[in-house]
């Protein structure tokens, strides 16, 4: 998974390049999800399901980024396995895999806001290969 984070002034951001929709969309969870927590900490014991439908990519994408943030706040999961079962048009069906935060194992890196639209954008480039940026409100 080729990534990286991205300077950017109060928030932090990252970008992800994949060779297809469903390899972006699981590298760009990892990616989010490792700004919170180190992903080698996390065992993917318990399996949380998505099924999202957006108007477009990009808003699926800030919709399950949204959704795994939702867990972290609201029931302390935390993530490093994610598999696409179904992106169809502008429907993800997606499993996550992951276990309960615990602070005495995962070392918070940082707690996100919110996952922003700013700059949200994904872009195919001449090889066929896919680019997502996301900004992150910290």
């Not at 297809?20 to 969309?25: A, K, Q, W």
């Not at 079962?85 to 429907?91: I, V």
């Not at 918070?108 to 872009?123: D, F």
Request: net charge neutral; aromatic share 14%; proline share 3%.
């Amino acid at each position: 998974m080729p990534s990286g984070l991205i300077n950017h002034t109060g928030d932090v951001g990252f970008w992800v390049r994949a060779k297809n929709m469903e390899d972006l969309f699981n590298d760009a969870c990892k990616a989010f999800m490792s700004l919170i927590v180190p992903l080698k900490k996390i065992n993917p014991r318990r399996r949380v399901f998505f099924s999202l439908k957006a108007k477009d990519e990009v808003e699926l994408l800030h919709n399950i980024l949204s959704e795994l943030l939702f867990y972290f706040e609201t029931k302390k999961m935390v993530f490093s396995r994610y598999a696409v079962l179904d992106l169809e048009g502008y429907y993800l069906e997606m499993v996550a895999f992951g276990e309960v935060f615990s602070e005495i194992k995962h070392k918070v890196g940082m707690i996100p806001k919110a996952v922003t639209y700013h700059q949200l954008n994904i872009k195919e480039d001449e090889c066929g290969y896919y680019t997502v940026r996301v900004i992150i409100d910290i």
